[in-house]
């Protein structure tokens, strides 16, 4: 059940009309939410809901039992936790992959084996939930939270279902104690809410989904050569942005049409001016969470530089790691690290040095997409070589065109964006320019509509 689609549409306007009638008995409102919340999970494969119930209550019940549990009982709680948060994601995410490439190592050793692969397909936000899960029982371990005693609470912040699937990834003191106290639903919430909503489906329908067939047609061709490697790289660059943080937009839009506040996972990430604050824009609840949670209790940036560089690179290892088993995303992790690395003690003082920094922050960042996209180690090879050939196909004009049809709109927004330094400009217009505004996005989104919806790029991992 994508948000694009119009089942999850018919899906969102029933949830709606229940929910408005028992929004105001907190027990029957979380009730609904996890029962809507599993539905909605569920759509996909019901067999998918098992694990994400044995997830909710492994923590739950942990966290509960920390309360009381020496330090070293909170130890063993955190330690069942981990085991089997990890332990679902490693085998469903991880599992054939490292079976793949010890068989591939045994080859070449002249070995042949037979090593046993699963049959399994990898659950949809497996890799969302667990971190957000997690998350909870860390910071009880850590003192940081007390343990949670509704159980229904605690299954509704976990399976939240407009950002159960692809983010963002809450935190238990931020989306937690909304589901122990009624929330208010005010009219800028309501006007927020359904701003979010139109622009998230106008970046994910209009934008993203009309790049995605000029990624595909280079990216299909691993003998292509070329600009058109650069021009498909940016189209790609684009197309991720608007798919990832479209599905974030339309999320928190939901969310605040129902009462609630998710954090803001996008802020104009390609106006970042360094390496760092490209992270600290781009899917911000998973590098922070990979800041608090693995960063800094490898010792962060205390102790000497090469302590430093040494944890930025792990950090960056395994969150690439995290956006998928293979070695590009490895290669596209240890990437960011090293321009991490480099960019680590520098900051743009002048407004020159600022656009200077920001082209060499934006060509290091898309060149990373590349790493992202491509499908194997020889086709990253072969582009990086072969995209400074001058090699023009016949259809390159009327790529070059489509490609500044569909950005230009996202362009032109988050310019608006940062220069007026607001995410919602146009809801401090009056009533009829806004209307006619949002009026025009939403005639672009019906235009383009698939009532089958096409999925998230992000939801393969």
Same mark, same amino acid.
């Given at each position: 059940?994508?948000?694009? %689609? ?46 994400? #119930?044995?997830?909710? #209550? ?47 190592? +045994? ?15 990898? $659950?949809?936000?497996? %890799? ?7 998350? @909870? ?12 005693? !509704? ?10 279902? $407009?950002? #159960? ?21 005010? %009219?800028?919430?309501?006007?927020? *809410? ?18 995605? $067939? ?11 050569? *070329? ?13 991720? /942005?608007? !798919? ?17 506040? +998710? ?11 360094? =390496? ?58 240890? &990437?960011? *690290? ?20 920001? *082209? ?28 400074? @050939? ?27 964006? /940062? &220069?007026?330094?607001?995410?919602? =400009?146009?809801?401090?217009?009056? &009533?009829? =320019? ?8 939403? @005639? ?18």
């Amino acid at each position: 059940m994508y948000f694009n %689609s119009t089942v999850f549409l018919g899906f969102l306007i029933a949830f709606l009309l229940v929910y408005s009638l028992c929004r105001h008995s907190l027990v029957l409102r979380n009730r609904m939410i996890v029962l809507a919340s599993y539905f909605f999970y569920g759509w996909w494969d019901w067999r998918f809901t098992g694990l994400l #119930l044995l997830s909710s #209550l492994v923590d739950f019940y942990a966290g509960s039992a920390m309360g009381n549990a020496s330090p070293k009982g909170k130890r063993r709680l955190l330690g069942v936790s981990l085991a089997v948060n990890l332990g679902a994601l490693g085998c469903f995410k991880y599992y054939n992959f490292f079976i793949e490439n010890v068989q591939q190592g +045994l080859r070449i050793l002249e070995f042949e084996p037979n090593l046993p692969v699963l049959q399994v397909i990898l $659950p949809v936000g497996i %890799s969302f939930y667990t971190f957000q899960s997690l998350s @909870y029982t860390i910071d009880v371990y850590r003192d940081r939270l007390r343990p949670q005693r !509704d159980l229904t609470a605690f299954l509704a912040y976990v399976s939240f279902f $407009p950002q #159960l699937v692809a983010g963002p990834i809450e935190r238990a003191p931020h989306l937690l104690p909304q589901f122990l106290s009624l929330r208010r639903i005010t %009219s800028r919430a309501l006007q927020q *809410g359904t701003w979010l909503i139109l622009w998230g489906l106008f970046k994910k329908v209009v934008v993203a989904d009309n790049l995605a $067939p000029l990624v595909d047609m280079v990216y299909a061709d691993p003998r292509i050569e *070329g600009p058109i490697i650069v021009a498909a790289t940016i189209a790609f660059g684009f197309q991720i /942005y608007c !798919d990832f943080s479209g599905y974030s937009d339309i999320a928190r839009g939901i969310a605040f049409l129902l009462g609630f506040e +998710l954090m803001l996972n996008f802020n104009l990430p390609y106006f970042a001016r360094t =390496p760092s604050e490209f992270w600290r824009r781009w899917h911000i609840s998973l590098s922070t969470w990979f800041r608090d949670y693995l960063y800094i209790p490898l010792g962060g940036n205390r102790g000497p530089t090469w302590v430093t560089k040494r944890n930025l690179l792990i950090t960056m290892l395994v969150a690439g790691l995290w956006h998928g088993a293979g070695w590009n995303f490895i290669l596209w992790g240890a &990437w960011h *690290g090293i321009i991490l690395i480099g960019f680590a003690r520098y900051t743009p003082q002048t407004r020159a040095t600022s656009i200077v920094s920001w *082209g060499m922050t934006m060509s290091f960042v898309f060149f990373g997409w590349l790493l992202f996209r491509a499908q194997s180690l020889d086709q990253i090879q072969n582009y990086t070589m072969s995209f400074w @050939y001058p090699v023009f196909p016949e259809w390159t004009r009327s790529y070059l065109a489509n490609l500044g049809l569909f950005t230009l709109p996202i362009i032109t927004m988050q310019c608006w964006q /940062y &220069w007026s330094a607001n995410l919602t =400009p146009s809801l401090r217009w009056h &009533w009829f =320019p806004r209307t006619m505004f949002h009026g025009i996005i939403l @005639y672009g989104i019906v235009l383009f509509w698939d009532t089958r919806g096409t999925p998230f790029i992000y939801f393969q991992f």
